[in-house]
DNA sequence: CTGAAACGGAACAGTCGTGTTCCACTACCG
DNA sequence: CGGTAGTGGAACACGACTGTTCCGTTTCAG
């Protein structure tokens, strides 16, 4: 049984409408998914047999996407805090909508690896200990809160946009910079 | 009908058990509520008939203590960015769980004036330009985009405590140092 | 002791979301 | 033309939560 391209479209639609839906209202029903996405409730119900599968399915998404923008940010090159800030941009450019939800609802980070230090997850803090070592990135930040700083700022960064109705890019310049600047040791010149 | 003590004692009881179960879960049954409280379900509907009600009380609570918490941070006094430092300590001391509440979900923060500006808002927008003029603040930041990151690393702080068991001492410091460090102006010694 | 206040539990009807089944329709391929 | 894949809608049973009513219990002040 090949995967015919209709099958492919019609299960992609229903995934990112359902991001766009339960990112709005993460209680929301799946008949409002359904109609989202512009299929039958029936439909969905074939390609997602019950809601858990949904969620499932938008989490494995998330965490392919993190890999794939962790991997793109090169963290290896140049100081911990020009890599940190490239991580950040193609964090912002993968994750839109997803993030509100893994960030805020508990039920897409239970029942994944999530939680237990995914490999982005523990590249993330040695990137800040290196920062810590070559002198890029403020000693006194650990690199827990830079993680949880990072993802917060981001939130925030998309909140931006949906709530204030600021363009992507404005959103965007704000995050970066005040991440930089918050990363930043303290007594040295900007960049 | 006077209120009486136990009347009080009883819906504050309920009250701060909804908080800290909706924190968790915020679709979670009211059942889950009166149990947290260590009522009956009858009980808390007398105090609250529906759900809504005790949604609306909630975010009445949270805007009285967001009010409070401004008051007492007197703006007015000093540089801009250390006042809005004092206000970032005073909002984590008040909100606690509160926080993840008001923050992510949705039906917390509609039905109230919330949104449309209320006066802490409009406060906390007005010092960010002072600090613009004062020199302060960086320029390059707009006062709707710190008011956004002010709230997610309040988040980020709150969630730091939760998730990795660090103390609200350690968490909130590194928020505060955070949050000074994005303000900064770029080029200038750090005070 | 008496009565009011406050409470908890059982029970009920109503609503809503869920997961499933069945059937009819369309598009397309051979 | 006939068959298949993909779909949408109607209908159903089931469970969960909600809001309400009723009744028995505890507590305490007068």
Chains 1, 2 share one sequence.
Do not use: N
Not at 17 to 42: I, N, P
Not at 53 to 82: F, M, N, Q, S, Y
């Amino acid at each position: 049984m090949v995967e015919t391209g209709v099958r492919t479209r019609t299960r992609q639609a229903i995934l990112d409408a359902a991001v766009v839906v339960l990112s709005r209202d993460s209680s929301a029903s799946l008949s409002e998914v359904a109609r989202e996405a512009g299929v039958g409730r029936t439909t969905l119900h074939r390609y997602f047999a019950e809601r858990s599968d949904l969620v499932h399915a938008i989490g494995t998404l998330t965490l392919e996407r993190i890999a794939v923008a962790t991997d793109r940010a090169k963290l290896e090159v140049g100081p911990a805090r020009e890599a940190i800030v490239r991580l950040c941009r193609e964090y912002f450019e993968l994750l839109g909508d997803v993030l509100s939800l893994v960030f805020t609802d508990p039920q897409f980070s239970s029942g994944l690896d999530w939680h237990e230090e995914s490999d982005s997850d523990l590249e993330l803090l040695a990137l800040v200990q290196r920062g810590h070592r070559d002198g890029s990135i403020d000693r006194e930040l650990t690199p827990e809160w830079v993680q949880q700083a990072l993802w917060a700022l981001l939130y925030a960064a998309w909140a931006f946009v949906r709530e204030c109705g600021v363009s992507r890019h404005e959103a965007l310049g704000q995050c970066l910079r005040s991440l930089d600047r918050m990363l930043h040791p303290v007594g040295e010149r900007a960049g």
